[in-house]
């Protein structure tokens, strides 16, 4: 049965998330290919049938972990690229940024990025779940630079599509280098430039 046929009660609700749950806790760490759904229901703590009410197969499973990724990773983030309306709160970021990735002591990289990865040249539907997720991201990461622009910091015809797209492009690629370099120096670096460009595309007023 598809998720779509299923009504959910607020229990089911809760069962489902919890698969999810589980399947992207052990994804993240296993990679798809080395989660099972046998894995997944033991650390869920549900039946084998509870996954299959919710979940028609482990492809139907990825497809939600995609989703909870997406909203995992930028939902918590989207009010907040809102307020980076200066170069000073930019660099606030990166600090915040760079300051996460030494608490995790930069493993893992970036979830949605990983998820794409492994599945992107496999999996049409996947591919299309992790780009919906990063366009979320860049449209995010806009809010600040169309800030930005009214208030004056960057000058009228500013790219800002452009601008949003290469900071994100930075992170993503320094979050790649930090996890494998286990270092936060190329992460830093990869901010801090397009931080500088931004900062050289900025009024001279301000």
Not at 94 to 107: G, L, S, T
Request: proline residues 2%; hydrophobic residues 45%; glycine residues 8%.
């Amino acid at each position: 049965m598809s998720t779509q046929a299923v009504k959910l009660t607020s229990k089911g609700a809760a069962t489902r998330r919890r698969i999810v749950e589980a399947a992207a806790d052990l994804m993240f760490v296993h990679g798809v290919a080395g989660t099972t759904l046998d894995q997944v229901r033991d650390h869920a703590g549900v039946s084998s049938s509870q996954i299959y009410h919710y979940f028609a197969d482990k492809d139907a499973l990825v497809r939600a972990v995609i989703d909870f990724q997406n909203d995992a990773v930028v939902s918590e983030q989207e009010s907040a690229f809102a307020q980076l309306d200066s170069v000073a709160a930019l660099r606030s970021w990166r600090d915040e940024v760079v300051a996460h990735q030494r608490r995790v002591q930069c493993q893992g990289g970036c979830p949605i990025a990983a998820l794409g990865s492994q599945l992107g040249e496999l999996d049409h539907d996947a591919r299309s779940g992790v780009a919906a997720g990063f366009h979320r991201w860049q449209a995010a990461i806009r809010q600040g630079f169309d800030a930005m622009l009214d208030n004056g910091t960057l000058p009228a015809g500013t790219d800002v599509d452009a601008l949003s797209t290469a900071m994100l492009a930075s992170l993503q690629g320094g979050l790649l280098l930090c996890q494998m370099h286990r270092s936060t120096a190329p992460l830093e670096a990869a901010m801090s430039t397009m931080i500088d460009h931004v900062e050289l595309l900025a009024t001279p007023a301000r």
